[in-house]
């Protein structure tokens, strides 16, 4: 274990190299320009490589979305039903909070 006297004089030592480290380390950062500057998009004057080097578009890579055909039925019954649940739960939602507020009764 360090003494009372060599504790503070370690002490005293770290304390004192610590800004000439903060200063090295500014010292050391880049300062040049080149974070200011507008970056270069990287594409310009390569987009005739870049068509070259896109695979092939399959027939079902053309349907970015969906893969149809669907039931005209089905797809009516999920957009009802979305719909009405989402009201459903406004309408419940009104309704509790007017019951619990006491205006319903």
């Not at 390569?46 to 578009?57: G, V």
Request: with cysteine; aromatic share 8%; net charge positive.
């Amino acid at each position: 274990m360090l003494s009372g006297a060599s504790s503070r004089a370690l002490t005293r030592a770290v304390i004192a190299r610590r800004p000439s480290q903060s200063v090295a380390v500014v010292r050391n950062k880049n300062l040049s320009t080149a974070a200011s500057e507008p970056k270069m998009h990287k594409a310009k004057g390569n987009w005739s490589n870049l068509i070259k080097s896109k695979r092939n578009i399959d027939h079902d890579d053309a349907h970015t979305v969906f893969h149809g055909p669907f039931n005209p039925a089905t797809v009516w019954a999920i957009c009802i039903g979305v719909v009405g649940g989402g009201i459903g739960a406004m309408e419940y939602g009104t309704y509790h909070q007017q019951k619990k507020q006491g205006f319903y009764k």
